[in-house]
């Protein structure tokens, strides 16, 4: 057992959870494409990507459910076409062929719930249609799908949009238990209770992402200096991810970061927790 | 004798007021209008008075002890905030609706951003505002209980009911109320806000002891009276001068002007900062109450200024002694040394083999 600090000692005794302890996953598979979207680089609290609907369909949790999932099918099929064209399409003229795949799957879409779900539609309104400007699926598209293979970019699609469901969700139910009483449209309150309007307008869908963001960043920053084998990164370039300030906004480049005696990593060590 | 001669950085002058002996008199200048609310509104007034400065402070306690912070309930600046927050309130509140708001502007405004000093908005004005937006019907309800002084209810020298809430709401139409009652304070609004008397005896005490500085709202209630006054007189309203007056004395805007404008986090500490404030402050006042929809935007208008301070506190620095004449000179010298870089960098791109 190599030299630590005390004070790190007795922070690891407290065994908080730490997803990355018992999930262990091969990079690029589908299950670990889905955690990753879900839980590690959730696009809304880790990413941050796609605020336009997050704060604008998250007023009920209906509403919340109908966005995620429409949204996940468009980000698993645009992927997937993307991947499977990405040596068709050209480096230069990406976005705009992006853009085209996009856009039918969402016109696909746009039909699909007009004709099926007509008060949903109705409900989330101009949010449908701006799904082809999303910042998520154009930032898989860019960072993920242009660069790996149709099967590994459809599970990230996948998982991604459960991650933009799951955070939907989670919002919207904050957001209508407190603002109408209600969930999903069903009286949780007791008669007496009074909502509290603001949470249903948009000063209060800005309160609940941050206050969610922030319970995230306590989990995952928390989790990184716990965990001597999680790495943001994949990649050990630095000598010590735990105790970084900038672990969640790694580049995957070394920075100039001076190491505390006695907790330099050296490589046969990595992986292995004492 | 070489103690004088010591080297240190600025600050050289230093103060041996401190920020609690500062929020103790804030304290005592709020208790005449205090006083004055429960005379007129009865002793439910007191209750929401006293549990809104309990829960402010007793948040303030839990969420140091919770999080391991430093307590600093002794400066007191979580009770002045609590004070404020009870008399925003009207007299017929929930009791519970001020500790929700006191809550809000602990937590949230003040202890999220990073405790005394650093909160970016006035945090009794951000809970009125959330209670305003969150509880629309209960805040504008300002049915009173009777107090020791009976208050206004009926527009003076008619018979009149008083259309409107309050006072605000009836000069709102053009036409004028008491104006004696309106100084003393016996109508109908929230519970500190309605004294202007006592808010002035306050806001002269903080004055007097070196507190606050006459800028703001001097600046404040002048920009608003003089534009007020021109409304009224392009308007063709009965005696415009009684009814800037009235207008002056309505609603929080004493309140505003003396205690929360000035308050030390959210406002400038340029001098001239401090003017422009004060005059934006009775800009958006006045476009508030004459020409938007609404009765009173006092505390909307104090809100978004405290936005802009940073801005303000930026464009009005004050230079540093000898720089300013040498200003144009240096920036001439600098435009020229930035060309010549320029210059030197196009021709060694030049040069170049592309």
């Not at chain 1, 969930?183 to 509290?196: R, T």
Request: proline letters at 5%.
């Amino acid at each position: 057992m190599r030299e630590k600090n005390p004070g790190l000692r007795m922070y690891k005794k407290r065994r908080r959870f730490s997803l990355s302890r018992y999930v262990r996953l091969k990079k690029n598979s589908p299950g670990e494409r889905i955690i990753n979207g879900i839980y590690f680089e959730n696009p809304v609290f880790m990413l941050v990507l796609g605020m336009c609907p997050t704060l604008a369909t998250t007023t009920s949790v209906i509403n919340a459910v109908g966005m995620g999932l429409s949204t996940t099918a468009i980000l698993a099929l645009s992927n997937l076409f993307i991947s499977v064209l990405r040596k068709v399409i050209p480096q230069r003229m990406r976005m705009p062929c992006y853009i085209v795949i996009i856009a039918s799957f969402v016109t696909i879409v746009d039909f699909l719930m007009e004709g099926f779900t007509p008060s949903m539609y109705s409900s989330l309104g101009v949010y449908i249609p701006l799904i082809v400007v999303n910042c998520i699926i154009m930032g898989r598209a860019e960072a993920y799908a242009g660069k790996h293979r149709p099967a590994e970019s459809f599970f990230d699609g996948i998982g991604m949009g459960l991650g933009f469901t799951v955070a939907l969700i989670l919002i919207a139910s904050v957001r209508e238990l407190i603002g109408c009483g209600t969930w999903a449209g069903l009286q949780v309150m007791p008669a007496a209770y009074e909502p509290v309007n603001i949470f249903v307008l948009a000063p209060g869908a800005f309160l609940v992402l941050a206050m969610f963001v922030a319970i995230m960043n306590r989990f995952q920053i928390g989790a990184a200096r716990r965990d001597d084998s999680w790495d943001p990164t994949g990649k050990f370039v630095c000598a010590d991810c735990r105790s970084c300030p900038r672990i969640l906004n790694c580049s995957g480049k070394p920075v100039d970061y001076v190491v505390p005696a006695g907790t330099a990593r050296s490589t046969d060590e990595k992986g292995g927790d004492a | 004798m070489n103690q004088r001669f010591q080297v240190s950085s600025s600050p050289h002058t230093r103060s041996t007021i401190s920020t609690s002996a500062i929020m103790f008199m804030v304290a005592l200048a709020l208790m005449p209008s205090c006083v004055a609310g429960v005379l007129f509104f009865g002793e439910h007034a007191l209750v929401v008075l006293v549990l809104s400065a309990a829960s402010s402070v007793g948040t303030e306690y839990i969420y140091e002890k919770l999080l391991h912070k430093p307590v600093t309930v002794k400066d007191g600046s979580a009770l002045v905030t609590g004070l404020l927050i009870g008399m925003n309130m009207p007299p017929a509140i929930d009791w519970w609706i001020p500790c929700v708001g006191s809550v809000f502007a602990i937590v949230v405004i003040k202890q999220l951003y990073g405790g005394i000093g650093q909160n970016f908005m006035n945090p009794a004005l951000g809970a009125r505002c959330f209670l305003l937006i969150s509880f629309a019907g209960k805040m504008a309800n300002f049915t009173t209980g009777t107090g020791m002084i009976g208050i206004v209810t009926q527009v003076p020298a008619t018979t009149d009911a008083l259309s409107g809430a309050t006072p605000l709401a009836y000069l709102k139409t053009g036409q004028l109320f008491d104006l004696r009652s309106l100084f003393f304070g016996n109508t109908a609004g929230c519970i500190g806000e309605t004294s202007a008397l006592a808010l002035l005896a306050g806001g002269l005490f903080l004055v007097a002891m070196k507190i606050i500085r006459l800028r703001i709202p001097g600046a404040y209630l002048g920009t608003f009276a003089l534009l007020t006054l021109i409304t009224a007189l392009l308007r063709g309203y009965p005696s415009p001068a009684v009814y800037t007056l009235q207008q002056l004395c309505a609603g929080g805007l004493m309140l505003g002007a003396w205690f929360m404008a000035t308050d030390y986090v959210t406002s400038p500490i340029t001098a001239m900062g401090q003017i422009v404030y004060g005059v934006l402050l009775g800009i958006l006042t006045w476009v508030f109450r004459m020409v938007g929809t609404g009765a009173e935007g006092v505390s909307y208008a104090i809100l978004f200024c405290n936005l802009l301070v940073p801005i303000i506190e930026r464009y009005t620095r004050p230079v540093a002694a000898g720089v300013a004449g040498q200003s144009r000179e240096a920036k001439r010298l600098m435009r020229e040394k930035e060309k010549e870089a320029k210059r030197l960098k196009a021709a060694d791109r030049k040069e170049k083999p592309v």
